[in-house]
Nanobody, 126 residues
Framework: QVQLTESGGGLVQAGGSLRLSCEAS????????VGWFRQAPGGEREFVAG????????HYSESVKGRFTISIDNAKTTVFLQMNNLQPEDTAVYYC???????????????????WGQGTQVTVSS
């Protein structure tokens, strides 16, 4: 079982940037699908960005495409989410997630992931 710990959240003005990190312990993220999700108050947990379990391909929600970039270090222990041109609607708790078994068609769904971090708050002021 892999444990995940997010960091890097905070308060930023609209148009600013933040870089979130998600550190894995217990095992590496090799051969895992990894994803970033977010949940705003009163909202559902939604997919933001991910790296597919096979091939390492990245994919994004339409709302963040072109502004956010997901990456993983060579050791496969830390996943990053670079967030640029942040907007107030990006305000949420951001979670990273990992799955050793999620199939490609399910990797944007929260229920496909068994391992979650505790979340980090991102607040964007206008």
């Amino acid at each position: 079982q892999v444990q995940l710990t997010e960091s890097g959240g905070g308060l930023v003005q609209a148009g600013g940037s933040l870089r979130l990190s998600c550190e894995a312990s217990g095992r590496t993220l090799r051969n895992h699908a990894v994803g970033w999700f977010r949940q705003a108050p009163g909202g559902e947990r939604e997919f933001v960005a991910g790296i597919r379990r096979t091939g390492g391909y990245t994919h994004y929600s339409e709302s963040v495409k072109g502004r956010f970039t997901i990456s993983i270090d060579n050791a496969k222990t830390t996943v990053f989410l670079q967030m640029n041109n942040l907007q107030p609607e990006d305000t949420a708790v951001y979670y990273c997630a990992a799955s050793a078994s999620a199939i490609t068609s399910s990797q944007t769904r929260a229920d496909a992931y068994a391992n979650w971090g505790q979340g980090t708050q991102v607040t964007v002021s206008s």
